[in-house]
């Protein structure tokens, strides 16, 4: 089983500011990565595959960059609605998901 | 628009059984694979089963594989989940949730909550 792990747990930010989110895979997932928001009582919502590609819908504030073990999401500038858990998942293998990094306002 | 929505949840015993069903409108539900998905309370995302669209090809998580199966109706556009030998940590939302390629999910429906406890 490949373990993802995202880093911080907890990012704390200020609105506007720029929120830098990490994702680490045990071994090489190439770039068979996704990212999802989720906010409280709500499903996921895919925001990124294939590490770097928006989904539909998806402001163009949202990035992600890396391939191989190394990821990374990026708000540039966070509105109110972008404090939420985000989750990176791989799909190299059976699917695995990181444990969640939790974006709450500073 | 593509709606997904998941029904059959409920209270159960240890040892009890549960069909979960998700009912796909809005995209040809026949050309894609949909997974399942499930979260403890307050804990992560963890993949459960995934079913191609003609059903040729179907996978399981450990966690569940001899306990949950997987199937499909597709003219009748309908997933389901049979979970039988319920455990306390079976306990989770059950997410189904629409696979355009690759493992990973691009519409996801609301939910239903299963719960294992005597």
């Known amino acids: 089983e490949i373990v993802m792990t995202q880093s911080p747990a907890t990012l704390s930010v200020s609105p506007g500011e720029r929120a830098t989110l990490s994702c680490r895979a045990s071994q090489s997932v190439t770039s068979n990565l996704a990212w999802y928001q989720q906010k409280p009582g709500q499903a996921p919502r895919l925001l990124i595959y294939g590490a770097s590609t928006r989904a539909t819908g998806i402001p163009a504030r949202f990035s992600g960059s890396g391939s191989g073990t190394e990821f990374t999401l990026t708000i540039s500038s966070l509105q109110s609605e972008d404090f939420a858990v985000y989750y990176c998942q791989q799909y190299n293998d059976w699917p695995t998901f990181g444990q969640g990094t939790k974006v709450e306002i500073k | 628009e593509v709606q997904l929505v998941e029904s059959g949840g409920g209270l159960v015993k240890p040892g009890g059984s549960l069909r979960l069903s998700c009912e796909a409108s809005g995209f040809t539900f026949s050309s894609y694979t949909m997974n399942w998905v499930r979260q403890a309370p307050g804990r992560g995302l963890e993949w459960v089963s995934s079913?191609?669209?003609?059903?040729?090809?179907?996978y399981y998580a450990d966690s569940v594989r001899g306990r949950f199966t997987v199937s499909r109706d597709n003219p009748k556009n309908s997933l389901f989940l049979q979970v039988n030998s319920l455990r306390a940590e079976d306990t989770a939302v059950y997410y189904c949730?629409?696979?355009?390629?690759?493992?990973?999910?691009?519409?996801w429906g609301q939910g239903t909550l299963v719960t294992v406890s005597s």
């Open positions: 079913i191609s669209g003609k059903s040729s090809f179907i």
């Open positions: 949730a629409r696979v355009p390629s690759g493992s990973y999910s691009d519409y």
